[in-house]
């Protein structure tokens, strides 16, 4: 075998791939179209992209059409109010899009209704961070049609119309006054249908007491968690600076009331969002004003 021949064959394979996805990257720019290469983890410098997720049909025949964003850092977040770096159209400027961006991927965040004549048109959301302006185009394709149970479910799945199980409601107590870097009390109230049932944790098998069994390797030794029931998670859309929450993720919902505190660092208007979700994923969301008085 010639070694030497093939090991030259495959240094210029692997040459001719880099090549390949370098001037793929490349067209990608030149074209404006969202690039992403999953290999490479930036926690700063990235764009936040915005996304369309897809439209639905309402009973009156006006269709909303839904966005989400992905925020390509792993740490950097953005409060871009609405103007020319956070825009719709056709419209006005402002039309209730989020002004503040989470890191990752956050999904059907925010929706925009159209009249039942849209037709062709095309709802374009602009997003400029970094320096990059990114633009999501939302169109009435038959194949984007979605439903609001797909919502429900942050895109997990879409049970069939005669499921019984209905979402969690949720309203958030009313608020004391809020002062800058004070903590206060978020309490979400949340009531629900009873379905699906959580299910039961299972029970371990006894160890054997046998001389010479073989023992299976257990993957975790930490206790069982008990049964998971209605949980809320709290999330920041829109604001002048970053909101910090005592609880990042979810909370369980105790007597029907899930607490926790949040502080905001500046004076401005706030936007939070509540989502209650029961077990069966459904999950249904509430927003929160909030505005601080300067000092």
């Known amino acids: ?8 064959g495959v240094v210029l394979a692997t040459a001719a791939f880099a090549a390949l996805l370098a001037s793929t990257a490349a067209a990608q720019i030149l074209a404006g179209l969202p690039t992403e290469i999953t290999a490479i983890r930036h926690n700063s410098g990235q764009p936040v992209i915005p996304y ?3 439209w639905i049909r309402n009973a009156d025949g006006s269709f909303d059409m839904v966005f989400g964003y992905f925020n390509r850092n792993y ?4 409060a871009i109010p609405t103007g020319p770096d956070n825009s719709i159209e056709p419209g006005p400027v402002n039309q209730g899009q989020p002004t503040y961006f989470l890191p990752r991927r956050q999904r059907y965040v925010y929706r925009v209704r159209v009249p039942a004549n849209f037709g062709k048109q095309e709802l374009v959301w602009t997003i400029t961070s970094n320096g990059r302006a990114e633009k999501a185009y939302g169109t009435l394709i038959p194949e984007e049609e979605i439903t609001e149970r797909v919502v429900m479910t942050n895109g997990n799945y879409d049970p069939a119309p005669d499921d019984p199980n209905r979402p969690p409601e949720v309203a958030v107590a009313p608020l004391a006054r ?10 979400a109230k949340v009531t629900d249908d009873g379905l699906p049932k ?3 944790v299972a029970q371990e098998p006894a160890p054997s007491t ?4 073989f023992i299976a390797q257990r993957n975790s ?23 910090t929450f005592s609880h990042t993720g979810t909370i369980d919902v105790v007597n029907g009331q899930a607490v926790t505190t949040a502080v905001f ?13 029961d077990p069966g994923r459904l999950s249904m969301k509430t927003m929160v004003t909030v505005e601080i008085p300067a000092k």
């Open 1 to 8: 075998m010639n070694t030497r021949g093939w090991t030259i």
């Open 52 to 54: 369309f997720e897809g």
């Open 75 to 78: 740490v950097e977040e953005f």
């Open 178 to 187: 809020v002062n800058i870097g004070t903590p206060i009390t978020l309490m």
């Open 198 to 200: 959580p299910r039961p």
């Open 210 to 213: 046998t001389t010479g069994s």
């Open 221 to 243: 030794s930490t206790a069982a968690r008990p049964p998971r029931g209605l949980t809320v998670t709290w999330l920041q859309y829109g604001g002048p600076a970053k909101v």
């Open 265 to 277: 660092p500046a004076p401005g208007i706030y936007t939070l969002v509540s989502t209650a979700a």
